[in-house]
């Protein structure tokens, strides 16, 4: 459940993940933040912070370790305290990744 409707994209690379019965435990180094109303941005991640999520999509999108990706995530929370999930990752792509450089 969420308090209020709150989004965070960010962009990073995978540093661990832990499997569970229903999807993983995803530990993201982050290294840009861009979400696009920080009134809406509840988990503030930093570049160089990490963001520890869950993540219920890991069969349909498998993700290794060490994979540059872009993901939306989320605060569920409720009286008794909350959670930080991703709704989303998707791997960049290496080109898209050297343009960005140039």
Known sequence: MQ???NK???RGRVKSIEPHALGAEIELEVSQ?????PEEDFLRCEPGTTLKAYFAD?????LS???EVQAQASLAA???GGKAIFESV?????????AKKK
Do not use: Y
């Open 3 to 5: 308090a209020k409707p």
């Open 8 to 10: 965070t994209i960010l």
């Open 33 to 37: 933040n861009s979400s696009p109303d």
């Open 58 to 62: 890991v069969e349909q999108n498998p």
């Open 65 to 67: 370790i060490g994979d």
């Open 78 to 80: 409720d009286a008794f």
């Open 90 to 98: 998707s791997q960049i792509k290496k080109t898209e990744k050297t």
